[in-house]
């Protein structure tokens, strides 16, 4: 089992930001790339932002592409999504997925996921 630990949700008026922080220990970290997904009540679990194992590669939904921003520190074993301009419906539990097949125009998640994070943007 891979740990993966996620933070920094909490509740921001909309228009604010927040950034979210993914850890996950281990000397493979670096070779893996992370996914960002967010789950509203109710709703499917979503793809939200993709970062490829040296960074160079990143990829967006179109509902937050301009808005959030992914990036990696590999030295620190950590992922962020830079979350800027939010709206309501950004409200979701966030998840981070470590390892997953990260192909042109495509994530596919490994089994490794985080608890999750709450963000709560209100109008």
């Known amino acids: 089992q891979v740990p993966v630990v996620e933070s920094g949700g909490g509740l921001v008026q909309a228009g604010g930001s927040l950034s979210l922080s993914c850890v996950v220990p281990?000397?493979?970290?670096?070779?893996?790339?992370i996914g960002w997904y967010r789950q509203a009540p109710g709703k499917e679990r979503e793809l939200v932002a993709t970062?490829?194992?040296?960074?160079?590669?990143?990829d967006y939904a179109d509902s937050v592409t301009g808005r959030f921003t992914i990036s990696r520190d590999n030295a620190k074993n950590t992922v962020y999504l830079q979350m800027t301009r939010l709206l309501p419906e950004d409200t979701a539990v966030y998840y981070c997925?470590?390892?997953?097949?990260?192909?042109?125009?495509?994530?596919?998640?490994?089994?490794?996921w985080g608890k999750g994070t709450q963000v709560t943007v209100s109008s």
């Open positions: 997925n470590a390892g997953g097949r990260y192909s042109i125009g495509a994530y596919y998640p490994s089994t490794y």
């Open positions: 281990g000397s493979t970290f670096s070779a893996n790339a």
């Open positions: 970062i490829n194992s040296g960074g160079g590669r990143r």
